[in-house]
């Protein structure tokens, strides 16, 4: 009979303990399940991310046309004058956009120029070719309040590298590579998310130290470049 009581007692106990501790266990069980997103959900949240959040890099293909202004000078020759030819050719740039309104933007293209005697040293005619580099870093501010009408302006520093130098009519030249400055104007007007077409105008500063060889004298001067690059072409956001 005592056993008998002492099992029940045993039993009061236990229903006593389940109806305290499952209505704690059965929340907490709640909260858990409350605190994990589902996977659904977090692909949604992630997608509309993504969608408000373009890529910061962008590239633009150009055809650009390179227009030089025709000064320089040939040291101890007074009246001595140059000028250079014009030219076209493809230009690829790569910008990176810090924010939606600053962006820095990089130039690559290579094009040549003939070099003409002017002035005093006009007899000279086509004194020499020189190709050139002139990789050309901008930082940029993009207006964002024209839909898809996007205009810019930069400024920055250019570097020009002159190589496959050939003489003309003199015996020798040496252009020798050299720091610049530019300024550029331009727009994007986008046709969707990624694709556009631009326009754009830079003004660059460039006027390079030469070193030239004239009937076996040996003589320096300056190429007063100062070239203004104009270009259209395509634009991808990534």
Do not use: C
């Not at 501010?141 to 003309?168: C, L, R």
């Not at 003199?170 to 727009?187: C, M, P, R, S």
């Amino acid at each position: 009979m005592a056993r008998t009581r002492v099992g029940v007692v045993q039993g009061i106990a236990a229903a006593v303990i389940l109806m305290v501790i499952g209505p704690q266990a059965a929340a907490a069980d709640l909260a858990q399940a409350a605190s994990v997103p589902e996977v659904g959900v977090l692909a949604l949240d992630v997608g509309d991310w993504a969608s408000e959040w373009p890529s910061p890099w962008q590239i633009r293909l150009r055809g650009l046309g390179v227009i030089t202004q025709d000064s320089g000078y040939v040291n101890r020759s007074i009246g001595s004058g140059l000028s250079y030819s014009n030219t076209v050719t493809p230009e690829l740039d790569i910008s990176y956009f810090f924010t939606d309104n600053v962006a820095a933007e990089l130039i690559l293209g290579t094009t040549y120029a003939n070099i003409t005697g002017q002035g005093s040293i006009g007899g000279l005619g086509n004194i020499g070719k020189v190709w050139l580099l002139p990789p050309t870093l901008t930082l940029q501010y993009h207006f964002t309040d024209f839909g898809a009408f996007k205009p810019y302006v930069g400024a920055g520093v250019n570097y020009t590298i002159f190589f496959n130098q050939d003489a003309g009519s003199a015996d020798d030249l040496k252009v020798k590579n050299t720091f610049g400055t530019a300024l550029q104007v331009g727009f994007d007007y986008m046709v969707d998310e990624h694709w556009g077409v631009n326009f754009d105008v830079k003004k660059l500063f460039l006027r390079p130290d030469f070193d030239v060889t004239v009937r076996g004298a040996k003589l320096t001067g300056r190429a007063e470049l100062d070239p203004w690059l104009i270009g259209a072409g395509v634009t991808y956001r990534f």
